[in-house]
């Protein structure tokens, strides 16, 4: 199978040979007029910092960055805007930014730190925001960070990430210290808390005796960014942008990190005994496991015998492609073909293993390639983003958000588990397909 | 003029006694707070031996209308028709009250206004005076003659009657009036049905006095039932996408829904309803579809006999499944091919299904209203793939207990059926069960408030909250509404508002 | 004395018999329709049915019995829930929570009558409905059992049936016999209920004097107030009054009252009669009986409450008492001079017409003059003589009144006297609505109590949002009529 765009840009569609390692192009720019599924800088450097509720969030730029920018993963965040106008585009946006960082401040007192972030227009006409926050740094008192994220950095919103990531390191963490450090603590790296994940977690590693001090970002704020150095081990969960924190932080303060996940009860049984090894709590991790297994057995007993030999297709971000196949195995549903919007080498390596041969791994896919794939392999069940949502649908395919979800819940840990597989079976056996086939 | 006084949270009795102002827009009862006594200082279970209806004989909140309402119904569909009831007064002014507060509509019923000596000596008198008065000032057309419980009782011939008052009506006004005024008589003792057989019967009634056989044509007959104005709007749509010519008996949707146009001519008519005409030419059709079995199936079934006219009873289309059966009934029927638009239509509804499932999937839902829309509601629930856990109707019907046992067998669900019990025993399966939503109707605010379960209004009566006659359920754009409000009910008491977007 | 040609209404020529219930007042010499007589057939009455008069007025708002109606569903149902006679008494509805709406209208209780029953009789099935519904409903203090045509016709014995029933629940079982074909309108039920109530209070007086108020619980101020049915609650603002008065307020007949209170009523030192037209009766029979004499009241509008308030005093001959309720009067118009001045600057002068039952058309002619409103015409479905004496007593001259009127002269009369509104009932709201002229809803209101000087302020406002609703500029468009 051929998209019409391959002749652009090389291949970026593969299909898995036996014992093969074909990997796709990837981390190349998108076609311009393909339909891509990618965002910008901007996005992505929100996605992560958004959750930071105790923080002042500056957009510099015209209002409808700040507008777009103020709703992430399904939830809304308070934004403030310096909304130019086509005289601050001509002048100079300089004043408006410092008035309004100021006013900000007096909006919320308690806040004790800010970021300010660089859009498109700001970048172009050279507003030295950097110069300005470190100005305004000395008349609030409290860190102000500049995030160099304009729309137009990098191929897609991976490069967002890192920049917000990297501010974080540079300019937030280690600042402070910790008057009571646990033998048992660590930080999550790579949980955003879209449905409550950031709970389940935590709950889970408190049963084994670990202490989880600061969930990047899912669970942040000042105390615990400042002080997210003095942990004993980080678990890294999301793979790709995650992975430059983990780094960073193991090389700069010698904090080693274990990478782990908690979709699906195999990757939590097996990241729960990573951990007990690490720590010398095997004993704990095993009860843990016995535990939160055996309460969703019943479940799992009506469930998964209806999802066996189901087919699934998946298509988001990039790091939990995996992660996510190997749930789905546990399900004992085939994935028929995985891909991601800006997947890196390592991302899809990782993806290669997971799979069967003859799945197809697509990155960066167009709005045409998806349709062709759907329409051809015509999964049961299709898993990604909202906007691929209602393309399955008209093409009459179950559809099953990932990560934006429903009323379903977290799907990490054990009780996640079961909440994924409902959600999954609902997609697959909904009467509406049926009706739309006209039987 | 005095600036309103700054009002926070509600006013006790003493409070409100005791303000020294009272502000310009008054105190409004939402703003009084009046304390629950108990009835008794502490909570008395009922008893539980007694709640099912099959073991006791007092029925608590009946979920039926004794029959003559019914047949009013169907009379005051039909142009220039005015039912003229033969009983006491509260027979008439109680229906009228009851049809005023659903359709917020006037709704001109005569009656015969039986005292002592009318109950001692028969209603002849009573009957042959009003149906003068009433022909002199309104000058109808058709007069639905209904009785009830006390005429019955008392054995009034209305056969008879009606012959003397045609004499009688003749001599004094010439004989053209009874070209001019067609009267159907219509047997509705109160206690030998519900108010879904009344209607029944008047189906049968009007056809057997009024329909006739000369040419045949191709126009099909439509047999409503107690459907709302705007579900036989939606009925009228479908037979014009379809090029499809039909005659709407009883139609509700141009006498209980009118404009409000001054000026206003008297006395009040409302300009639409079956024409009298139509009626009659009903005998020349291709083939009669009664929508709701047990309310019009016996007029259907009259013209089957009669005029070997073909007939399709049920089911109610309400929801994809018996939508497409009506609409394939239809095309066959008449051999038109079925419109484009129709199946856009039916894609939408498809599409909005797609979209929603995951809000509805194994909800789990209790319904309760007559037969026909119960059975109908049932199975449009099991197509947003929800789980009927009750269902129940207030009056007892065989075809009731079949639908819904066929609905159920086809998705593999497995509901108590009330058939014909009343609500007090339908509330305690609810109180008892896990339920996530109610489709009902207006009775059924309080249980929903006392269980904390949100409800869908759907069904007769609705009286408590407005719009609801205008709007359609049946058809797929009538599917569409419904399926709206049934999701948005959901995310209304289900969802945290953090997680309604996408 | 005949009308003038002018007032003749065009659409009774074809009946002229109704035209002996049309006059035009006169405080002089007051001019009585004929009224109280029998409907005449197929004119579109608006009347209804004694089983309304008698259940759904009188006994409806009693507020913790089981109320148990002899028919088949659809009398039940009709009067499930529908008038908004409220009360503060709630059944059990699960342990922690009480039903969602008031005992008087939460439930239909019926013995369903059947054909073969209709056959056969009813007694046996009114028997086993008592005893059920008593276990269904537990808590309550007693049963009250209603007639209707279908038993009324079959001749079922239902006060045998009652009798055992008491004797096996142990509380007290009351019958009210009162079909609806009885008698020409509800006026007849009002009547048969307040006479047979009386006989079975007294009788049961008689056999269980625990029920009765003790001597030493009697108190010099004792006072009921009868023929009030909480419309709205307007008790919230008519019990307080008479109890800043000093009087105390021993029952309410019937508005969401105990029965255990209502069984105590002769034992008050004085009645206050608001509704004379359903209630009179027993207030007659209470002065017979046990020799408490009853003073006429109206709670409406401001003149009618003062005098209310100063007869009661003068009753009880008390000094202070006088003295306080001019207090009263004088504080209370200060309440509500504010906003009665605003309503009144702003409806002086526009026209109203009248169509309720009986009492309200002469309760509320002093009401509307205090507004500024001009009555045009008025109409009772159901008034006596004497409801004609008050209203030609305190109407102005030449105002158009008619007995039991049909829809057909509703019409004519809104065409003829465009009002600029019109405070009717439910079943006209929406004919009124088509020809363009707005409503009150005047038996049960529309938004808040009316009674008393506060509830004033209620009736005031929504006469005012009915009256400049912007609806009406649009329905009378000139371009789209």
């Known amino acids: ?439 | 003029m005095t600036m309103p006084l700054k009002l926070n949270g509600r006013l006790t009795i003493e409070d409100l006694n005791a303000l020294p102002e009272i502000p310009i827009e008054g105190i409004t009862y939402d703003q009084m707070y009046i304390e629950k006594q108990p009835i008794c200082p502490e909570y008395i279970p009922p008893d539980q031996d007694i709640i099912p209806s099959s073991k006791r004989t007092v029925v608590i909140d009946p979920g039926r209308i004794c029959m003559p309402f019914g047949a009013m119904w169907a009379a005051v569909g039909v142009h220039k028709c005015i039912p003229f009831v033969q009983g006491a007064q509260g027979c008439t002014t109680y229906p009228r009250y009851t049809f005023s507060r659903i359709f917020r509509e006037p709704v001109s019923i005569a009656t015969a206004s039986f005292h002592e000596d009318t109950a001692v000596f028969g209603g002849r008198k009573n009957f042959i005076d009003g149906l003068r008065n009433l022909i002199i000032r309104y000058h109808p057309e058709v007069i639905a003659i209904i009785t009830v419980c006390s005429s019955e009782i008392i054995g009034d011939d209305m056969e008879g009657f009606l012959e003397e008052a045609q004499e009688e009506l003749e001599e004094e006004l010439g004989p053209k009036i009874l070209d001019e005024v067609k009267f159907v008589i219509t047997h509705t003792p109160s206690f030998a049905g519900s108010h879904v057989e009344g209607y029944n019967r008047a189906a049968a009634a009007f056809l057997k006095t009024l329909a006739k056989r000369t040419t045949p044509n191709n126009k099909v007959n439509i047999i409503p039932g107690m459907i709302t104005p705007g579900d036989i709007r939606e009925i009228k749509h479908i037979l014009k996408l379809m090029d499809i010519e039909g005659t709407i008996l009883f139609d509700i949707s141009e006498t209980l829904d009118c404009p409000l146009r001054l000026p206003q001519p008297m006395p009040y008519y409302p300009k639409g309803g079956t024409r009298t005409e139509d009626i009659v030419n009903m005998g020349n059709s291709l083939m009669t579809f009664a929508l709701c079995p047990d309310q019009g199936g016996a007029g259907a079934k009259y013209l089957e006999k009669r005029f070997k006219m073909p007939a399709t009873i049920g089911p109610l289309p309400l929801g994809i499944h018996s939508t497409d059966l009506f609409i394939k009934s239809l095309a066959e029927a008449t051999g038109k091919p079925i419109a484009d638009e129709i199946k856009d239509e039916r894609g939408i509804l498809i599409d909005a299904m797609a979209d929603t499932f995951h809000y509805t999937m194994g909800m789990r839902v209790a319904i309760y209203g007559d037969p026909d829309i119960a059975a109908a509601a049932t199975r449009f629930c099991c197509e947003l793939g929800m789980e009927p856990a009750i269902v129940g109707s207030g009056t007892e019907s065989k075809q009731f207990v079949k639908d819904v046992w066929a609905t159920a067998y086809e998705y593999d669900r497995k509901p108590i059926i009330l058939n014909g019990s009343d609500m007090f025993e339908w509330e305690d399966y609810l109180k008892k069960d896990k339920i996530d939503l109610i489709l009902g109707n207006s009775k059924a605010a309080n249980v929903s408030k006392e269980a904390d379960v949100p409800l869908v209004r759907i069904g007769f009566p609705i009286y408590d909250r407005v719009g609801y006659q205008r709007r359609a359920y049946v058809g797929y754009r009538g599917g569409e509404y419904l399926l709206d409000l049934i999701v948005n009910t959901i995310l209304d008491s289900k969802f945290p508002d953090d997680r309604v977007q996408q | 004395m005949a009308i003038p040609e002018e007032y003749k209404l065009k659409c009774d020529f074809t009946i002229p018999e109704r035209y002996k219930h049309h006059v035009l007042t006169n405080r002089k010499e007051p001019n009585i329709p004929a009224c109280n007589v029998k409907t005449i057939p197929g004119d579109m009455t608006e009347r209804g049915c004694a089983f309304a008069g008698s259940r759904g007025v009188v006994g409806g708002p009693i507020g913790d019995c089981i109320q148990i109606i002899h028919s088949p569903s659809g009398c039940a149902w009709y009067q499930w829930g529908t008038r908004r006679n409220l009360s503060d008494i709630y059944a059990w509805a699960g342990p922690n929570t009480l039903c969602n709406d008031s005992q008087n209208r939460r439930r239909a209780v019926t013995s369903d009558l059947l054909e073969k029953d209709v056959v056969f009789g009813g007694m046996e099935k009114l028997e086993k409905t008592c005893l059920e519904a008593w276990r269904l409903i537990p808590g309550a203090a007693g049963i009250l059992i209603y007639t209707t045509c279908t038993s009324g016709l079959i001749g079922d014995d239902c006060p045998s049936v009652a009798r055992r029933v008491e004797r096996e629940i142990g509380k007290p079982v009351f019958v009210i016999d009162s079909p609806g074909f009885c008698g020409v309108s509800q006026s007849t039920g009002h009547h048969h209920f307040n006479v047979q109530f009386y006989d079975q209070v007294v009788e049961y007086r008689e056999k269980h004097p625990e029920a009765c108020m003790k001597e030493e619980e009697k108190g010099p101020y004792d006072i009921t107030i009868i023929g009030e049915f909480n419309m709205d609650w307007d008790l919230a603002y008519i019990k307080p009054l008479f109890e800043k008065l000093g009087c105390r307020v021993v029952a309410v007949f019937t508005g969401g009252e105990r029965l255990g209170n209502l069984l105590k009523i002769p034992d008050a030192k004085l009645n206050v009669l608001h509704c004379q037209r359903s209630c009179t009766y027993i207030s007659d029979l209470i002065k017979e009986g046990f020799e408490v004499p009853y003073v006429n009241a109206s709670f409406f509008g401001i003149e009618q409450t003062a005098k209310a308030l100063r007869e009661v005093a003068e009753f009880f001959g008390s000094e202070e008492m006088m003295e306080k309720a001019e207090q009263i009067i004088e504080y209370e118009l200060e309440v509500i001079s504010p906003a009665i001045d605003f309503y009144r600057e702003r409806l002086t002068g526009k026209k109203v017409g009248m169509y309720v039952g009986g009492p309200r058309v002469w309760h509320w002619q002093r009401v509307m003059k205090e507004l500024g409103m001009k009555v045009v015409f008025g109409m009772c479905t159901f008034a006596h003589e004497d409801d004609y004496e008050k209203i030609n007593a305190r109407a102005e001259d030449g105002v158009f009144l008619v007995d039991n009127p049909n829809e057909f002269e509703i019409e004519e009369c809104l065409e003829r006297f465009k009002p600029d509104l019109f405070l009717t009932g439910l079943k006209e709201k929406y004919l009124c609505r088509k020809l363009g002229v707005p409503t009150v809803n005047s038996h049960s209101y529309e938004k808040g109590p009316y009674a008393c000087f506060r509830g004033m302020v209620n009736f005031a406002r929504d006469i005012y949002e009915g009256v400049y609703a912007p609806v009406w500029k649009f329905a009378r468009d000139k371009d789209f009529i």
């Open chain 1, 1 to 439: 199978m051929k998209s019409c765009l391959n002749l652009c840009r090389g291949t970026h569609l593969v299909r898995k040979r036996k014992n093969g390692t074909n990997l796709p192009l990837c981390s190349r720019p998108s076609a311009p007029g393909g339909i891509t599924q990618r965002s910008c800088a901007f996005y992505g450097a929100r996605w992560m910092l958004a959750p930071l509720e105790d923080a002042i969030h500056v957009v510099h730029g015209p209002v409808g960055c700040a507008s777009y920018g103020s709703t992430v993963r399904g939830r809304s965040f308070r934004v403030f805007s310096t909304a130019l106008e086509e005289k601050d585009i001509v002048f100079g946006g300089r004043k408006r930014l410092i008035r309004t960082i100021k006013e900000a401040k007096a909006i919320m007192p308690h806040a004790k730190y800010c970021f300010v972030y660089a859009t498109c227009s700001t970048a172009i006409i050279g507003d030295d925001i950097e110069n300005i926050c470190k100005k305004m740094e000395k008349d609030l008192g409290c860190p102000v960070i500049f995030v160099n994220c304009p729309g137009f950095k990098g191929d897609s919103q991976a490069s967002g990430h890192r920049v917000a990531y990297e501010s974080l390191l540079n300019r937030l963490i280690g600042q402070g210290k910790r008057t009571e450090v646990g033998e048992y603590d660590v930080n999550i790296i790579g949980d955003y808390n879209i449905n409550g994940e950031s709970k389940v977690l935590k709950s889970l590693l408190e049963e084994m005796g670990i202490r989880v001090r600061c969930i990047f970002t899912g669970h942040a704020d000042y105390e615990g960014i400042i002080a997210a150095h003095t942990v004993r081990l980080n678990l890294l969960i999301c793979q790709s942008s995650g992975r430059f924190l983990a780094e960073a932080l193991q090389k700069r303060y010698g904090i080693p990190y274990l990478k782990v996940t908690f979709l699906g009860p195999s990757q939590t049984m097996a990241g729960l005994r990573k951990i007990g090894q690490y720590f010398g709590l095997e004993a704990q991790a095993e009860k843990v496991i016995a535990t939160g297994y055996k309460a969703i057995k019943p479940g799992l007993d009506r469930f998964l015998p209806r999802l066996k030999g189901k087919r699934a297709a998946l298509f988001f971000g990039a790091a939990r492609m995996a992660s996510l196949i190997k749930a789905l195995d546990d399900m004992g549903t085939k994935v028929v073909f995985t891909g991601s919007q800006f997947g890196d080498l390592t991302t899809y390596k990782e993806t290669c293993q997971a799979v069967s041969p003859g799945t197809y791994i697509i990155d960066d896919a167009s709005e045409q390639d998806l349709e062709h794939l759907l329409d051809e392999l015509r999964p049961d069940v299709f898993m990604g983003g909202i906007k691929e949502q209602y393309l399955s649908h008209k093409l009459g395919i179950g559809f099953c958000p990932f990560p934006q979800l429903k009323r379903a819940g977290p799907y990490v840990g054990f009780q996640g588990f079961l909440n994924f597989a409902g959600s999954v079976h609902n997609a697959v056996y909904a009467p509406v397909w049926k009706l739309a086939r006209g039987e």
